[in-house]
């Protein structure tokens, strides 16, 4: 299996793709369970996956 450098640029978008789905799903699942309409899951779910990546995709910055 070829291995990859952590910094190229696809790595790092198909990281940040993958928490902002993970971060969709949290956010609108948790607004539905509180009875939200289809707006407000819409905008949680953004607000959610924004904390997501800018949150733990931002740390990686730090340690070099």
Known sequence: MKHYPEDCSVCKMMRSMAFTALGMGLGVGVAYLLG??????????????????FGLLGKNKNKS
């Open 36 to 53: 939200a309409d289809k707006q407000n899951m819409v905008y949680s779910g953004i607000v959610v996956s924004t904390i997501l990546v």
